[in-house]
DNA sequence: AATAATTTTTAGGCAAGACTAAAAATTATT
DNA sequence: AATAATTTTTAGTCTTGCCTAAAAATTATT
């Protein structure tokens, strides 16, 4: 059984891990946890010790399998519990994160099982992110960031990449969300803007927001 | 802000206030919490300071209304988890605490409050115990241990008073549960022991059952 | 290749919350 | 009232998880 807090660095380490594909750097986790680097070895070699990662002084950490496993299980809750905040307890997208900080460190196997069913074993969370499975297994949909489309490239809005209340507050006001049909009119050189149809509707998108925003392609 | 441990101990002592009347001794503490006097001394002091109790040397602790009030809250969102837990998510009577130990922990006001509006709004947990307001007060319903019944009185089952597993579980297989009717119809003076009538089946009850056991009498 | 800059680790400390053992205060008993 | 028994507190330790400061290793720059 895990601390919360040795929960935590699992998990980032799982989330730094799917985007880098080398070692995860001690330095990388001390800012994802906003704690400091000396922290993050002390913590390193306690999970070190209980097999969750292997670890080599200087060369960063890679998670076992089950590491991962055992990550991919927290993912699960914290997602689970986002879709009952937004499904059950009328929260917004851009409230549930903190909470389920909090929810994601409950033990109790039955709770979480017993929720998926009763949320009818939803796929993904209110940000399109895929709820992995019992087994840990991790379905991912075929999705590329807005930034990275071509004039008069079209899809559907499937995820978001900044889960910040700011940004999706932001996304909101725009109207802006899962499931909107987005249209790539034209990208302008000049700052890498996009102007897009969104729901019928023109308006012109950031490239900072455009990386954030994922969309399937149809 | 109150720290997990803090919060075991507020409602630790609010329990033992419920039935004491005067100071709770560290003693008395330290027994409920399985842990040692010395410990909860430490604690004690700390919550003095914190304005959530009275405290003068060996002469045990009373919490300040503030203390009561924090107490029901962490109390109304223990019991409201159980509610949840039994008519949502499958839970029988006899599993509910623990987890609610857990959550009762989760910190977010939204929550509860939108968890009380997606019960509607119960007035008492699985168990029979109510379920302080918002603002602390807590509903006493009149109720009598079934052991202070004299022959013949009746009335129906509102309540336990040890929520253990192993009672729970042994009610439910002798069908005893909360909105039973149960009459006295003998009391035997050689064991103190009960002979009622639940739902229309007699049957023989030992005291100490008896002593676990509330009727609201009709 | 040598030096500079950066990253990572080590060493030593701190706070929370628990513990043991011993001292002090209170309560009970003779 | 004096002694015994019990309760409570103090003093000192331990673990977890964090910190700072300094040392060591790695990486970048000249």
Redesign the pocket.
């Known amino acids: 059984m ?5 929960e ?2 699992i998990k980032t380490i799982y989330h730094l891990a799917a985007i880098s594909d080398k ?1 995860i ?6 800012k994802k ?14 999970l070190s010790d209980k097999k969750v990662l292997v ?7 890679t998670l076992t399998d089950f590491g991962k496993r055992t990550a991919a299980n927290i993912i699960r809750k914290h997602r689970l519990w986002e879709v009952f905040l937004v499904q059950k307890l009328n929260f917004t997208w851009d409230e549930v994160h903190e909470v389920a900080e909090q929810l994601e460190h409950i033990k109790s196997p039955k709770l979480i099982d017993e929720l998926d069913a009763f949320l009818g074993y939803p796929k993904s969370d209110p940000h399109g992110d895929p709820i992995p499975d019992k087994d840990g297994n991790l379905p991912q949909i075929q999705k590329s960031l807005l930034s990275t489309l071509e004039k008069s490239e079209k899809g559907v809005c499937v995820g978001v990449n900044d889960t910040s209340s700011e940004f999706l507050r932001f996304l909101d006001k725009q109207e802006i969300g899962l499931g909107k049909n987005i249209e790539v009119l034209d990208k302008e050189p000049f700052d890498d803007s996009f102007l897009v149809k969104i729901n019928g509707k023109e308006m012109t998108i950031s490239n900072k927001v455009a990386n954030n925003i994922y969309i399937q392609k149809s």
């Open positions: 895990f601390s919360q807090s040795e935590n660095y070692g750097s001690t330095n990388a986790i001390a946890l906003e704690t400091k680097a000396s922290s993050v070895t002390d913590m390193i070699k306690k670890y080599k002084k200087y060369q960063g950490v």
